[in-house]
């Protein structure tokens, strides 16, 4: 009967976000209609959208895009409030700038959101590191403790950070969830553990992830060392939002002030089911001084439709620029995706990883904190396609040749039974599939240099 009643609830909570999204995304389009010179043409299509599947009549924008004339993709009317960027680390920075209206509004509906008899919540312990500019102020109902893991003071009080949080804010003792993005989260647990901290002792009750992927490994080592459940995130900078893992389909669903479509990786149609890329419109007034509407997101996702959460669900798959996807004819067949193989390499200890946070002293493995070093590549040059994923070990292959094909045969054959259109096509003959072991120090981490130039092709120029 729980179930049923549960059941209930969510049909109409689905049937709220939808609504809420409809009632706002009018107004967004109004009003970068009338504020955005970018967005002057959608002057034509006032009236004509009124919910999220009519946006497929609107053009896509991307990253790429807005570089060539960023200012005209700003409001010019209210002051700017604060800055925001995204990292760069897998492309060209995009400098994002929030207004002060939309900020105020922004405290204003969540302080309403959060004192509308939301019950007491827990200290919330957060990392401040200024990697995407200011970020935007969201109110929580319980304290917020911010510390900067990266400085030496912080690090002496890490122990009793994660054990008595609420004296550094003389609030009462009290449970406490903690939250950041997951670089941030991996040095701060890799210090407790090379400090010999007994984590019988924390009082942090769960963990929230954003940014960075979460592996198989990964949240087992997570939930397994503190002894709580891992939440984690998708987001982006770009987007004031972003979606979270559901408990019925174990899909994620976006915010419900966040629009998701999901288009072919070739022809950006819209697709209801199968792999594309995540397209994403952020609604007023939640976002005014720099509106998204149909912002080509560069992420291949699975899509789920079959929840009663909400209509849109998915599984992030990887970024576009490091799959590999096959053109046939009109089509573009992803073959191998970068998430799935993160996933799999990050089980075997004998993959070298990037040193990472220097910085940070008192570490005895920085490559602990780093990224897989692997590469993946397509060549279509020859009479039989090849598709060679490279990875580094450890140590020297040759040093240890019966352990080292050993993993190699052992990944090529995962890969292969997540990638059935690869799988197809190496049975048929027409496709090769290498794993191939380099020498330590060979490769870098898995981050292409621009990921708009490397999509282009894949989007019919698009891009």
Known sequence: MRFKADAKLNKQLVSLRESFRNQLLP????????????????????????QASDLSILPIIDKRLMLKTVEAYREQNTPTSLIQHTTGTSGHKLIIHRGTAEIDFIKQFFTHVYTDGVLAQPLCITFNVDVHGEPTPIPYPGSVLQFDIFDAEWRLKAKRLASEPWTFTRDKQSPAVLTGLEPQLRVFTTILLESDYNFAQSSIRSIYSTGDLITSRLRRWYESIWGVPLFDRYSMSEIFGGASQCNYCRFWHLDPYVIGEVVDIGTRTNISEGLGVLVLTSLFPFVQKQPFIRYWTGDVVEVHTNCPVDSLGFVFKGRLARCVIQKQHSASVPLVLAADVYDILDEFPDIARTRMFESVGGLSDHSSLGHLKLELSLDESMDVSQCVLRIEMRYPSYMFPERAKSVIREIRNLILERHLNLATQVESGMMVFRVEAVLPGTLDGFRPATIEEAATELTNGAD
Request: charged fraction near 20%.
């Open 27 to 50: 107004l967004t389009i109004r009003h970068a209609a009338s504020q955005v010179l970018a967005y002057k043409h959608l002057k034509l299509f006032d009236g004509r959208i009124n």
